[in-house]
């Protein structure tokens, strides 16, 4: 009976939060090539929501629809990274853009500008643009990798953690959250909008009152000076 009842709370869950699914699939999406098909992300989400409503524990504290979009947008990214739609030169300028705002702020004791990181590449500003609008589409480690490390803190895989993990996930999140609250306004701004809000690039791009491009441009570089100050736990 109990097996029973439990089958049938998941069977709820899922049907009662399908529509997430394809929310964050159409938010994905705004940041992805033509070649990535809504349908992929919208079939891989639903297996991440599944997944979710078999394992969720209330008792962890998260609710579940943040709980299951951690596990939906995880799955969408895992279905990427399988697929490989992201080209290994984006993910190699993405690390030299990483380094360069790390060496820059390293030795500058503040946040780097961008004429500082394009010239720390020894490229134009305008290069340096184009660079983190190609790194636009490979920046999905930046909160969803993150916030895979969250989801195994909320015991995604109903395993009990030792007080070392919990500590240090503890530690991680903490140094997360300082790291995003540290980053400049306006890019903290975008990613608050983006990620809190739920807002498209083109939505945020009306409130900053900037174009599309700008908006892409920002995230990319806020996701890549979180790599940068968090290159310790990355390791």
């Given at each position: 009976m109990y097996s029973e009842a439990r089958q049938n709370n998941t069977d709820a869950?899922?049907?009662?939060?399908?529509p997430l699914v394809k929310r964050i699939a159409y938010h994905l999406?705004?940041?992805l090539p033509s070649s990535v098909q809504l349908d992929d992300l919208i079939q891989s989400g639903m297996i991440g929501l599944l997944e979710a409503a078999s394992k969720y524990d209330a008792s962890k504290g998260a609710s579940f629809e943040t709980y299951a979009s951690i596990r939906i947008r995880g799955a969408m990214v895992d279905e990427m990274r399988r697929g490989d739609w992201v080209p290994r030169s984006v993910h190699r300028d993405s690390r030299r853009i990483a380094e360069a705002i790390h060496a820059v702020e390293k030795r500058t004791g503040r946040d780097a500008t961008d004429q500082e990181v394009a010239g720390e590449l020894g490229i134009s500003l305008e290069d340096y643009h184009a660079s983190l609008r190609d790194a636009a589409t490979g920046q999905l480690f930046s909160m969803d990798e993150m916030g895979e490390t969250l989801d195994r803190s909320l015991g995604a895989e109903g395993t009990q953690a030792s007080p070392a993990e919990d500590a240090e996930k503890t530690r991680f999140l903490e140094n997360l959250s300082a790291a995003i609250e540290q980053l400049p306004e306006r890019e903290k701004l975008v990613l608050a909008l983006y990620y809190d809000e739920g807002l498209n690039l083109k939505e945020i791009g009306q409130v900053l009152e900037v174009s599309e491009s700008r908006v892409s441009q920002l995230h990319s570089q806020a996701a890549l000076?979180?790599?940068?100050?968090?290159?310790d736990w990355q390791a």
């Open positions: 869950l899922v049907r009662q939060h399908a999406m705004a940041r000076r979180l790599r940068s100050r968090l290159v």
